[in-house]
């Protein structure tokens, strides 16, 4: 009987395993070198010395450079995401209804102005169309687009911007405004309330508040 070593992966679990072998002469390419705690605390130091090494900033720099080119790299694809799918405009539709005639009295009416940038006006009488009825306004001062307020004291559009004045009827008489504002088209739906066609509008310097499709008779 003899009494020799036994490796762990010689036992009865050790069937069909790879038995490593152990070399038992020292490794040569080791031969000199020190494995103590010492040299490892001595190669620790030496690698920090490593990291403030001029290569070391100039890795630094390659990864600034990197980080840059990816933002810039994102922010082109970004704007092409922008430009492929362009922010929706919700602008109002350019025709619309506005109820029943019998819910107007004479006059300008603001119900519009925000929403649909129209002023509705009831006249008894009109001189153009020499008959009672309706017409719509566009709120755009004809001198440099801002929108009038109507002063009811006063039966007046005042622009604020520069001072322009516009009759209810929509004729300039004062300021800078070269022209009277713009009407729009207006009829009666087949449910019979207003419709006002901001698609088409009408001019009274070109002649064209005469076109029936710019007054609603009553
Ligand atoms: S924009 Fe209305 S007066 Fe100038």
Known sequence: MTNEPT?????????????????????????????TAAATRKR??????????????????????????????????AATGR??????????????SIGFPNEYGDGVDERWKDRFAVWIVRTPFDVVHESAGFY????????????PNWLSAESKFKCPCH???????????????????ERAGILLGEDGQIVVDKSRKFQ???????????????
């Open 163 to 181: 001072g322009s004045g516009f009759r209810p009827t929509g004729i300039n008489f004062e300021g800078p405004a070269p022209r009277p504002l």
């Open 136 to 147: 719509a306004l566009l709120t755009t001062c004809t001198h440099l687009g801002c929108t």
């Open 44 to 77: 620790s130091v030496k690698a920090v010395a490593a990291d403030s090494s001029p290569l070391m900033n100039r890795r630094g720099w390659m990864g600034l450079a990197w980080a840059s080119f990816a933002a810039a790299t994102g922010g082109c694809l």
């Open 83 to 96: 430009f492929m799918f362009p922010n929706v405009l919700n602008e109002p539709p350019q025709q619309f």
């Open 7 to 35: 490796s762990p992966s010689s036992g009865p679990n050790a069937v069909g395993k790879t038995t490593a072998k152990v070399p038992l002469e020292p490794n040569s390419a080791l031969a000199g070198k020190t494995t």
């Open 204 to 218: 009274w310097e070109l002649g064209q508040w005469s076109d029936p499709a710019s007054f609603l008779r009553v």
